[in-house]
């Protein structure tokens, strides 16, 4: 065998090799969504069926138990905005239906898009919080020095472990048009 068709042959090993690894890779993009799912399905975390069940309202309430309800509202370091709660705690019975409001207001100098990203702490206590409206479900248009209070509609239900009797549901609030067009 010559030299060259040493290297012809190499090279033609190498070819395989990465047409191969990128067929995996490819291969590996479709299986990410069943493997999403089976993860999703033995953890309880995000599981995407969830999202489309609806929630009917609990039929008791559960007035002899008291769950304290804090709430947090965060701003990343990029944008110019002021968000935060009404209140900063409630106390809330399980299974009754609560409304609590956020204030945002946009002094970016410019008229923008903004969305909130909830997260509820402990975790164990996420599946029980059920929020049945929320700013936070989408998008949100702000004007230039427009100001908005932001309902969010819950309720805990009674379901809820008897060792649980706090409850943090906060807010990060992302200008999500201004980081995109300055890059």
Same mark, same amino acid.
């Given at each position: 065998?010559?030299?060259?068709?040493?290297?012809?042959?190499?090279?033609?090993?190498?070819?395989?090799?990465?047409?191969?690894?990128?067929l995996?890779?490819?291969?590996f993009?479709?299986?990410?969504?069943? &493997? %999403?799912?089976?993860?999703?399905?033995? *953890?309880?975390?995000g599981?995407?069926?969830?999202?489309?069940? $609806? /929630? !009917?309202l609990?039929?008791?309430?559960?007035?002899?138990?008291?769950?304290?309800?804090?709430?947090?509202a965060?701003?990343?370091?990029?944008?110019?905005?002021?968000f935060?709660?009404?209140?900063?705690?409630?106390?809330?019975?399980?299974?009754? &239906? %609560?409304?609590?409001?956020?204030?945002? *207001?946009?002094?970016t100098?410019?008229?923008?898009?903004?969305? $909130? /990203? !909830?997260?509820?702490?402990?975790?164990?206590?996420?599946?029980?919080?059920?929020?049945t409206?929320?700013?936070?479900?989408?998008?949100?248009?702000?004007?230039?020095?427009?100001s908005?209070?932001?309902?969010v509609?819950?309720?805990?239900?009674?379901?809820?472990?008897?060792?649980?009797?706090?409850?943090?549901?906060?807010?990060?609030?992302?200008?999500?048009?201004?980081?995109?067009?300055?890059?």
């Amino acid at each position: 065998m010559t030299d060259a068709e040493t290297k012809s042959a190499a090279h033609r090993r190498l070819s395989l090799k990465l047409v191969a690894v990128a067929l995996g890779a490819f291969g590996f993009g479709f299986a990410l969504v069943p &493997l %999403y799912d089976l993860f999703c399905a033995v *953890s309880g975390y995000g599981d995407r069926r969830d999202l489309t069940r $609806a /929630v !009917p309202l609990p039929v008791a309430e559960d007035a002899s138990r008291l769950v304290t309800i804090e709430f947090v509202a965060n701003l990343p370091t990029v944008g110019s905005w002021q968000f935060r709660p009404e209140v900063r705690s409630m106390q809330v019975h399980p299974g009754r &239906l %609560y409304e609590a409001k956020f204030l945002a *207001s946009n002094e970016t100098g410019h008229a923008t898009w903004a969305q $909130a /990203v !909830p997260d509820v702490a402990p975790s164990k206590a996420t599946p029980f919080f059920r929020k049945t409206e929320c700013f936070c479900f989408t998008p949100q248009q702000f004007a230039v020095g427009e100001s908005r209070h932001m309902p969010v509609r819950f309720f805990i239900d009674p379901a809820l472990p008897k060792y649980v009797d706090r409850i943090t549901l906060a807010y990060t609030f992302y200008d999500t048009q201004g980081p995109v067009a300055r890059r």
